[in-house]
Structures are given as structure tokens and as C-alpha cells.
């Protein structure tokens, strides 16, 4: 078995696929319909534990997960999907214990600690160990282009500061999700060399959809899976 990972650019795009409810390629791979799974995304905290019954969910009559902004699943060639714009996917997995997350990590996602819940239960529910995590924080919006209200500024480093966090506060109303979800990580005990950043911001990549730059109603796709060969 191996983990299938896929932080994705403008194609394939999700309205696309939501469209054609077909089968799909990503990296020369095919992607079942049936075998993927798609959360509501409400910007909320709650990490998903997958079962063989969610396969599927979010294509035709069956319903995505309700409410969730991440989930988990050991179950192989189940396909975890997330999309974003300029929000923050997050993807974990443990090759010890062939467990993978995706997770949809963006201001409140972040401020609400979505990383560290989902570091949790893969702990609790699966035996994984925070040193045998590997992550990574995909492309979103960056520190320079993410202006926000004085209020919703204050919230966030409140809610940061009360993690033991220290949240970026070089640029006066400017958020640093990557930075956030960075000392998360490390707060759940993944040791730095195991998480990658990919540093593209969605704003200022045009090979990106930006909610922002665009206000583009699609998004990309974020995709992890256990691929049983």
C-alpha cells in the first residue's frame, strides 16, 4: 500500500467534477467517484473519522459529511478531498499506522485549532505517534494579502495567544494562516522536519482560484487516499 497525495492548482477543478459526477484523473491516477468523500467545509473545528459507508459521499443523492472541515480515514482507496480558494488545506498521514487527514484549515478553522483536534484523534482512535506524522500545508492565501477588520484581527490572536501561540503581528489587521497552522503542528508534538509548507499564495498565483484576487465561486482540490496496489 502507499498514501496518494494531491494539492491541486486550478485542474482539475471541483465545480468540474461536481458537474460531471464522473470518474476523474489527478497525477495519472483515477479517482473513483464512489471512492471519495466531500465535507459540507462550515469553517468549523470537527475532524470526521471516515467509515465504508462514507465512500461516495457528496456525489449524487448521498449527502457530504455534514458540517466537518476535515476527516480522517485508514480504509484503502477511500479518497479524502478538500477544496479551497484561499483558505488552507492541510493534509497529515502516518505510514507507521497507513492513516491519512485532510483537513480545511482557514481563518476559523485555524483559530479554532482544526490541526491539533485532528492530531488528536488520529491519536486516540488510530494509536498513531505525533513523531511518525508527516504534514503538509498547502497553497493559500498569504500573510501580505490577508487583510481583516480590527475585530476579527483581535479575535484570531486572542484565540492564538490563549493556545500558547504567537501569531504574527508585523502587519497591523494582517492574518498569517500558514504561520498558525505551523505551531499547531509543532504544539501536537509533529517534529518541524516532518511538516512541508508550500508556499504559493492563492492570491498572488494566477494558476490558483482566489475567492480574493477573483471572487471565483470554484475552488481546487486537495486530495489523500491509501492506494492499495
Not at 498547502?138 to 481583516?148: D, F, L, S
Request: with cysteine.
Amino acid at each position: 500500500m502507499k498514501i496518494f497525495v494531491h494539492l491541486g492548482k486550478r485542474n482539475p477543478d471541483y465545480r468540474s467534477i461536481m458537474r460531471l459526477q464522473q470518474d476523474f484523473m489527478v497525477q495519472d491516477i483515477t479517482i473513483p467517484v464512489s471512492r471519495t468523500v466531500i465535507a459540507e467545509q462550515t469553517h468549523s473545528r470537527l475532524v470526521h473519522i471516515c467509515t465504508e459507508g462514507d465512500s461516495g459521499a457528496g456525489f449524487g443523492d448521498k449527502p457530504q459529511i455534514q458540517t466537518a472541515d476535515g476527516f480522517i480515514t485508514n480504509i484503502p482507496n477511500q479518497f479524502l478531498l478538500i477544496r479551497t480558494a484561499d483558505c488552507t488545506p492541510v493534509i497529515l498521514m502516518d505510514k507507521q499506522q497507513m492513516v491519512v487527514c485532510a483537513l480545511h484549515s482557514g481563518r476559523e478553522g485555524t483559530r479554532k485549532n482544526i490541526s491539533g483536534e485532528a492530531v488528536s484523534l488520529m491519536i486516540s482512535h488510530y494509536g498513531c505517534q505525533p513523531r511518525n506524522i508527516c504534514a503538509f500545508i498547502g497553497a493559500g492565501i498569504c500573510h501580505k494579502h490577508y487583510q481583516v477588520s480590527e475585530d476579527v484581527y483581535s479575535e484570531y490572536n486572542e484565540s492564538m495567544l490563549a493556545m500558547g501561540l504567537n501569531p504574527a503581528r508585523d502587519i497591523p489587521r494582517h492574518i498569517d494562516i500558514r504561520r498558525g497552522i505551523f505551531q499547531q503542528l509543532i504544539q501536537a508534538g509533529l517534529p518541524f522536519f516532518n511538516i512541508e509548507n508550500i508556499h504559493d499564495c492563492t492570491f498572488e498565483d494566477p494558476e490558483y482560484h482566489s475567492f480574493r484576487r477573483e471572487g471565483s465561486q470554484n475552488r481546487q482540490i486537495n486530495l489523500v487516499g491509501i492506494i492499495n496496489e
